[in-house]
């Protein structure tokens, strides 16, 4: 069982003055030899030893034969990659050496059967005894980028950010890693809790709402050792900061049998979705939107109320997101103020769609799509903006320089030109959503099918991203409102 | 899991009042002649049911009687109810309620999770409530908020607004229902699970017409 964590020995585990790699092995193929080559490799500042009971020379650096060698106090945490039966002794020389952490990536443990359950206990029990903080066992690595901290024998090493991420298996913190350097949109923490046997996700879910550098929590579970407390312990941390859940297994219970209806009814998904309700989670549907959820509560402002706009210089995409919104259950699609109108009427040639979709109809070559981003954005009752269509002047822009007429006929220009507009409105997103506090989500198939898009680097460059549809967008702002209502409607400020 | 028993009919809505959530008026009655009576006082129509501990599914068993408009029609379906009863349903009494009128019926309870422990729940009732499975959850205990939200979440949600001449239903009313579900599983520990099924909508205010307590044996 879980006991209260102690935030110090969060830090040993996560930002760590020295590291301890046991069981380092000059093997390319071995996780002794990754681990130590990631950590190496990717300008952790503290200092690292490497032990190896045979001693020689691994990555350049002269390994120590055992942990009494190493230095008193000079490292506070160890990464364990030597068999279970060897644990007893190390952690006990890594405890009189100084360390209060300890991630253990060795498999071997409540995987494997009964004997590896008992030995998970006693691992467990011995980690309390020594004052160590247990991580894993069976764990796939911590990464913390605020150190530069790339302690796992998975990839990728992701860009830094305010993205934390737990997750029960290492498969997902590999993907969310991978989902945070494809977007941009960076991490602070990750960890791969293993078996869990002392420190459970709901613990670091403890840790990254106390965490300076951490935004938001992204996590994976399946199952649940202590539902109760899982629940107490990420309410607490959702009345701080906004979690993310992705949960395996929700058709696995079924229906039960029980001697009630309620019971009958009462399907572990259905009880799971409303303690997250409860307790103030986002839950996902999927793994890139469980990303991409977190990346939109790393970027985004929470909007203040459910009332969004809709821009578009892209005809259809601005009908079927105004579809999806209207049909929302928490958004709702805003009737066009009619100050606004006068305000667009003035600025657009008469077949604008004079609605909310807010068509612009072709008016990309002016200014006025700038001009009534703003006008929309900074409207008081608008408490969201979707922008649509970012992107499609360079689109065109690619077409004509791929051409054989390019650069003559005027091509260059108007290609620099429809490049340099893309960027401006990419730029100005970001800029009116700080200057108004408010999300403006910019959607296009573009962030997928043409990633080198002005448009795109531009956001990626200003730490925002663009969603590959609006229906995406839709979505991450619905968890964004909720969010706000949970925290509002509970006095939570 | 430990043994279960469950409550009559009768004790499981004495409870249920006492938490706060409304029932439907009714009396228990030992003969044929004191629930006429029974029905004569709380005006007709009524229903007549065999109540007993070890009675849990009436329906099933053709236990219950519904919209009995005289004395005659109460005398009768007593003897055929008294009548039904076996050896194994122990100790049993009539229970003679006034037939609740309206047109929507929901399902509301408390269940024992395996991982989460008691919840509370709210659902669309009536012969289809297992087939729509519009049913939303929150653990115990319950705050006023989550009763809300409870409301907000049902995927038919629109089922609570005016329906077919029947005013809306009074929110304020089934979230003190909800909330009274979760203070009577906090303040008795034995409870396993709670039926409320159906809670009627009457008027607009949730009245608690059929319910079944489960406690763990001690």
Known sequence: MSTAPDLERFRSLFEPKGIIVAGASSHPGKFGFVAAHNILAHGYAGRVFLTNREGGTILDETAYRSVDEIPDGAADLVFVCTPPASLPELLASCARKGVKAAFVSSAGFGEAGAEGLAAERALAALCAELGILLAGPNGQGIISTPVSLCAQIIAPYPPAGRIAVASQSGGFVQAFLNYARSSGVGVSRAVSAGNSASTTVADYLEYFAADAATDVSLIYVEGLADGRAFFEKARAAAARKPIVVLKGGVTAGGQRAAASHTGALATDDKVFDGMCRQAGLSRASTVEEAFEIAASFAVHPLPRGPRVFVLTTAGGWGVLTADRISQSRDLELLPLPPDLLAAFDSRLPPRWSRNNPADLAGSETRDTVLECLELAVAHADVDAVVLLGVGIQSNLGDLERRGRFYPGHGLERIVEYHERQDARYATATVELSRKYGKPVLVATELADAQPTNPGIVKLKELGSFAYASSHQAATALEHLYRYRRYRDRRGLA | ?218
């Open chain 2, 1 to 218: 899991m430990p043994a279960t028993r469950t409550l009559s009919e009768f004790e499981s809505k004495q409870r249920l009042a006492a938490a706060g959530i409304p029932v439907a008026a009714e009396r228990l009655c030992a003969d044929q002649r004191t629930a006429e009576s029974a029905a004569v006082e709380l005006g007709f129509p009524v229903a007549v049911k065999l109540c007993g501990d070890a009675i849990a599914h009436k329906t099933e068993r053709g236990l219950v009687r519904l919209g009995l408009r005289d004395g005659e029609g109460v005398r009768l379906a007593a003897a055929e109810l008294l009548a039904a009863a076996r050896p194994a349903d122990g100790p049993v009494a009539l229970l003679v309620a006034r037939m609740v009128a309206g047109k929507r019926e929901l399902i509301a309870g408390c269940a024992t999770d395996p991982t989460f422990g008691r919840c509370v729940m709210l659902g669309i009732g009536g012969i289809f409530a297992e087939i729509l499975a519009d049913v939303v959850f929150r653990l115990v205990p319950l705050s006023r908020v989550d009763g809300h939200e409870m409301l907000e979440e049902l995927t038919h949600r629109a089922w609570l607004g005016a329906f077919r001449g029947e005013p809306a239903v009074d929110r304020e009313q089934l979230v003190d229902a909800l909330v009274g579900l979760s203070r009577l599983a906090e303040q008795d520990r034995a409870i396993r699970s709670i039926d409320v099924n159906p809670l009627i909508i009457a008027e607009g205010r949730p009245v608690a017409v059929d319910a079944l307590i489960e406690l763990e044996e001690a």
